[in-house]
C-alpha cells in the first residue's frame, strides 16, 4: 500500500520562507506527475505548483516567482521551497503524485496535509 507522507511547515512571518517535503513509502510505478494543492479556510482548493517526470513545471499566477517545486532524483519525492510567503499563502498544503498532471485531482495519491501559517 502506498503512503504519502510531507514534512514541513508551520508558522512564519510575512517575507519569510517555508520549505515543504514530500515522499512516497511504496511504489508508485504509474507516477509522471507530482504536485502541490492548497486549501484556505472558506476558498476552494487551488493547484500551486506540479512538476513531470522529465522535470517540466507549472506554478500558478499566486505563486510564480516566489515558489519553487523540486523532485528528488529518481525518487518518488519531492519540495516546495516557499520564499517571500504572504499572508494569503496561509492554507494547508497536500501534496500529490499522479499518472499525470490532467489526473491529479482524480487519481492522485495525497499527502496528509501540512499547515502553513503566514502572519505577523
Known amino acids: 500500500q502506498v503512503r504519502v507522507l510531507q514534512s514541513g511547515g508551520g508558522w512564519v512571518q510575512p517575507g519569510g520562507s517555508l520549505l515543504l517535503g514530500c515522499a512516497a513509502n511504496?511504489?508508485?510505478?504509474?507516477?509522471?506527475?507530482m504536485g502541490w494543492y492548497r486549501q484556505a479556510p472558506g476558498k476552494e482548493r487551488e493547484l500551486v505548483a506540479t512538476i513531470t517526470r522529465d522535470g517540466n513545471t507549472t506554478y500558478s499566477d499566486s505563486v510564480k516567482g516566489r515558489f519553487t517545486i523540486s523532485k528528488i532524483g529518481a525518487k518518488s519525492a519531492m519540495t516546495l521551497q516557499m520564499d517571500s510567503l504572504k499572508p494569503e499563502d496561509t492554507a494547508m498544503y497536500y501534496c500529490?503524485?499522479?499518472?499525470?498532471?490532467?489526473?491529479?485531482?482524480?487519481?492522485?495519491?495525497w499527502g496528509q496535509g501540512t499547515q502553513v501559517n503566514v502572519s505577523s
Open positions: 511504496g511504489s508508485i510505478v504509474r507516477t509522471k506527475a
Open positions: 500529490n503524485f499522479a499518472p499525470s498532471v490532467a489526473t491529479m485531482d482524480r487519481l492522485g495519491s
